[in-house]
């Protein structure tokens, strides 16, 4: 069947143009034999990316069936393409959004970064505590 679960988001936590979105649902969607690495190329090419350029990708999953093995599709991808991968695991979008937008804002609160980190989202539940307290004190 089809799965529409891959998002990408762009530095600062917000979704990424529409082009992106279709891009993500081909990647879900690639059979095993298509060529993953000419999809990515292209679409590299297409939008001017220096795929040479370092980079670092956060992957957060839902509770999808699908999720781990597109989990798993991404890191290896990205690891092959000279990326560093960061999962953090089970997540809500929201969740992941922020902690993109927080890395790109303040990188030190997230260090050190390591393969699997579910420490961020304490900083995510603090900023969500402090915004309440602070509507209520309003």
Same mark, same amino acid.
């Given at each position: 069947g089809s799965d529409n679960g891959a998002k990408i988001m762009d530095c600062h936590g917000e979704m990424m143009a529409h082009s992106w979105e279709d891009f993500a649902g081909e990647l879900a969607n690639a059979s095993e034999g298509e060529d993953v690495a000419k999809l990515v190329k292209e679409f590299a090419a297409k939008e001017?990316? =220096? @795929? $040479?350029? !370092? $980079?670092? +990708?956060?992957?957060?999953?839902?509770?999808? %069936? $699908?999720? !781990? &093995? @597109?989990?798993?599709? /991404? /890191? %290896? #991808? +990205? *690891?092959? &393409? #000279? #990326? %560093? /991968?960061? =999962?953090?695991?089970? +997540?809500?979008? !929201?969740? *992941?959004h922020w902690? +993109?937008?927080?890395?790109?804002?303040?990188? $030190? *609160?997230f260090e050190p970064l390591t393969g699997v980190d579910r420490n961020h989202l %304490?900083?995510?539940?603090?900023?969500?505590?402090?915004?309440?307290?602070? @509507? @209520?004190? #309003?």
């Open positions: 001017t990316i =220096d @795929l $040479s350029s !370092p $980079s670092i +990708v956060f992957v957060g999953r839902d509770t999808r %069936k $699908s999720s !781990p &093995m @597109l989990r798993d599709c /991404v /890191v %290896k #991808g +990205v *690891l092959a &393409m #000279g #990326g %560093k /991968v960061y =999962d953090h695991g089970q +997540v809500t979008t !929201p969740q *992941l902690i +993109v937008r927080s890395y790109n804002q303040n990188p $030190s *609160l %304490k900083h995510y539940n603090q900023n969500i505590a402090d915004a309440v307290a602070e @509507l @209520l004190d #309003g």
